[in-house]
């Protein structure tokens, strides 16, 4: 009677059933044993069934029954899965959907991509608008009737720069004219329109102050404008401010570098109104 391996499925050889012979042969089956459990470690059991039931190791040497065992397996296997219904091909027909998802996304930014672009464009434009606010009411711009140039620096990437200003305004530089392989480029707002174009719904009224002009010649105590004469001493005015007055943007140019990411925004302001010409001398205001 044979016995098979529990660990390989292997037949081991029969032995004698006298208990004198099996004395003498069990370090022969201990042996074998160990050779085969040795020999299947760390491997997959692997038996054939062959045409007469029995069992076949098949990582022992090949014979023709192995190869006859196998071949028979394998149409058993061909047959076995063409016979199963194609729940695997399914998945197939989800790729083609997959690809043009991706394609899509590909093909451009989605809506929510867009919208928080688009509000982070809106919060650097108000940064800008609040900044130029807040140095229209400044001492350092004092408004006497002419127009007045306020000019500060931000910071932009590439990509922030061209969310703000692409489309916006005239492209002085680079174009294809005028240094087109210029790494600074330089847009102009001349109008109205484009100034609101820009700014949008950030555009509001702006208000500057008013200041006297300064460097007057004054009078002195005890009469005359003294300049050594008489005794008396020479008196100056300063420029005072008087208060408060309407504003408004007429020109902005904007010079970015892509070098360093710096961006000038050069304003032209400009008061509303003019004003009286006791506080300026004469009347040159700007409308």
């Known amino acids: 009677m044979s016995i098979v391996s529990p660990l390989t499925g292997a037949s081991l050889p029969d032995q004698p059933s006298s208990s004198a012979t099996g004395k003498e042969n069990t370090p022969l089956r201990q042996s074998t044993l160990l050779a085969i459990m040795d020999k299947g470690k760390n491997k997959k059991k692997s038996t054939l069934t062959l045409d007469n039931g029995a069992r076949l190791d098949v990582i022992s040497p090949i014979t023709p029954q192995v190869l006859e065992a ?14 199963q219904p194609p729940t695997k091909r399914a998945r197939t027909s989800i790729v083609p959907e997959t690809t043009a998802e991706a394609s899509t996304a590909s093909a ?30 400044s001492d350092v711009v004092k408004f006497q009737g002419s127009a007045k140039t306020i000019k500060f620096d931000e910071v932009y990437t590439v990509n922030e720069f061209d969310s703000l ?52 010649p004054a009078r002195t105590f005890g009469g005359g404008f003294g300049f050594g004469f008489g005794g008396g001493g020479s008196t100056f005015t300063k420029s005072q401010k008087v208060g408060a007055v309407d504003v408004t943007i007429r020109s902005l140019e904007v010079n970015y570098s892509k070098n360093n990411m710096k961006c000038t925004l050069k304003f032209e302001i400009g008061q509303i109104g003019g004003g009286s010409s006791n506080y300026y001398g004469d009347e040159d205001s700007d409308y």
């Open 108 to 137: 451009g930014p989605s809506a929510a991509s867009l919208k928080a672009e688009e509000k982070k464009r809106k919060m650097q434009v108000k940064k800008v608008f609040d900044r130029l606010k807040k140095e229209c009411k």
């Open 165 to 216: 200003f692409a489309g916006k305004g005239v492209l002085f530089q680079p174009t294809p004219q005028n240094k087109p392989k210029s790494v600074v480029t330089i847009i102009q707002f001349n109008t109205a329109d484009q100034i609101q174009s820009f700014f949008g719904a950030e555009l509001k009224p702006l208000k500057g102050n008013i200041w006297t002009r300064g460097g007057v």
């Open 70 to 83: 196998m071949r028979t397996r394998i149409i058993e296997l061909e047959d076995e899965i063409a016979q």
